[in-house]
């Protein structure tokens, strides 16, 4: 079986549960055009959409492991940020939920959560249990940087919420762009489709 087919076969097993489109995208770190295409009538790979699939499952297992990735991220904001005021963390659900907690531990800030509801249309939404983010200096943490829809419409909700994002931070940034937006977004790693 390819690599296609084990995608294809993850994508239909994860579609036949009752994720979106966007949450399998999520989940198997693939950017929703390729999802989009997994899912479609099954096909060559010639016309498959370019992507990178990254998988840090062997990292994200153990806490230890994820608060190290945490410190290295938090170390870079540090860098990035010149002494620049900050009050909160924000991790973009689902995945740099984990990764901001640590962060936000790290560098004695408080946190918060943000899930995507609808990227299309830039809505999503502020958890009600963690800080609030009105008039806070806000650095935003993610796993993966793809098409940059999600972070977008995280900066996005967070100026109509009356903050204000100061740094991107993810663990692979799969752009060749280091802004979203305005918002300049670090990463521990990118990666770049070579075509030869």
């Avoid at 963690?130 to 940087?145: E, H, P, R, W, Y």
């Avoid at 919420?161 to 993810?170: D, I, N, R, S, W």
């Amino acid at each position: 079986m390819s690599n296609i087919d084990i995608l294809r076969t993850q994508a239909l097993e994860l579609k036949q549960k009752g994720l979106s489109q966007r949450e399998i995208a999520d989940e198997l770190h693939l950017s929703s055009t390729a999802v989009e295409w997994l899912l479609g009538p099954k096909k060559s790979s010639q016309g498959a959409p370019p992507d990178v699939r990254i998988g840090w499952r062997s990292l994200g297992v153990y806490p230890r492991r994820t608060r190290y990735l945490a410190q290295a991220l938090a170390d870079i904001a540090r860098e990035e940020l010149h002494g620049k005021q900050v009050d909160c963390v924000i991790g973009v659900a689902i995945n740099g939920i984990s990764l901001a907690t640590y962060v936000a531990e790290e560098m004695g800030l408080e946190l918060s959560v943000y899930r995507a509801l609808d990227e299309e249309k830039k809505k999503g939404t502020f958890g009600a249990n963690f800080a609030s983010i009105k008039g806070k200096n806000c650095i935003l943490v993610d796993d993966v940087l793809g098409t940059g829809a999600t972070l977008a419409g995280a900066i996005d909700m967070l100026k109509k919420e009356g903050g204000k994002a100061v740094l991107a931070l993810v663990v692979v940034n799969k752009r060749s762009e280091d802004f979203v937006g305005d918002v300049k977004v670090r990463g521990l790693i990118r990666t770049l489709a070579v075509h030869c």
